[in-house]
């Protein structure tokens, strides 16, 4: 028995996206040196984003194939999308994301990827709060000693922080 899929609301556009993004990237890879030789700086970066854009345009002929899903009587496809594809959870961590990555900088590494770690328990389900303070101190502990000790990799420390202690 053969189930026929339908094209979801949004697949078209994130198809022509990852075409563009993949375009991009190729477009920069060749500006690190060209094509000159196979052993140049760009000759890999090159490859691997002309099989992502080579792959991207088969995805978006296929999706493009692909009976589109009817809407339901009175829901847009707009509201499709929304629901579908980018439900409140992922909007919410995704903007969680991007505080965090604004927070680096002013807080450092450890405060800003503890606040992370805590929020994001929280918002994947996890209400034990104790536990979820215990857990992100332990992972940051952890991944802040392999790194600043055996790695020797400096994090940054935060503008904030160093302020505050000069």
Do not use: C, D
């Amino acid at each position: 028995m053969h189930i026929q899929r339908r094209r979801l609301a949004g697949e078209v556009v994130f198809a022509l996206l990852l075409l563009a993004s993949s375009l991009f990237l190729f477009w920069h890879s060749y500006k690190i040196s060209g094509f000159s030789s196979y052993t140049s700086a760009g000759a890999y970066p090159m490859v691997t984003t002309a099989v992502m854009s080579i792959s991207a345009i088969i995805i978006l002929f296929q999706t493009l194939r692909i009976a589109r899903v009817e809407s339901a009587p009175g829901q847009s496809l707009l509201f499709q999308f929304y629901t579908q594809v980018t439900p409140t959870l992922i909007v919410v961590f995704a903007l969680s994301i991007v505080g965090y990555m604004m927070l680096l900088e002013p807080l450092g590494f450890v405060i800003s990827s503890y606040l992370f770690l805590v929020i994001s328990m929280w918002l994947l389900g996890s209400r034990r709060l104790l536990i979820n303070l215990l857990v992100s101190a332990a992972a940051i502990g952890f991944i802040y000693i392999v790194f600043q000790t055996i790695f020797s990799v400096a994090v940054p420390k935060g503008t904030l922080i160093q302020g505050l202690f000069k």
